[in-house]
């Protein structure tokens, strides 16, 4: 009970899944790679960051969107 009252909130462990899927690490890197622009720009967002979603896929793609200059100097 420390533990609840310390972290103010509380959980029901059997809600928790005992058995958690297995996945390849094909799989995993496909799925962290087509998400990886949403993460960026989520992060992007809460730094306060004006890049659009689909200039920050541009940014990863190694293109520097219109009319934004590129700060490497590339």
Known sequence: MKLFN?????WDRSSVPLIVP????????????????????DASVLEGN????PEVK??????SPGC??????E
Request: aromatic share 18%; hydrophobic share 45%; glycine share 10%.
């Open 68 to 73: 934004r200059a590129n700060s490497n100097g």
């Open 6 to 10: 310390a972290l103010g909130f509380r």
């Open 50 to 53: 004006p890049f659009t979603f």
């Open 22 to 41: 297995i996945h390849s690490i094909e799989r995993v890197c496909f799925r962290f790679h087509r998400m990886l622009p949403e993460f960026v720009w």
């Open 58 to 63: 541009t940014l990863l793609g190694g293109l």
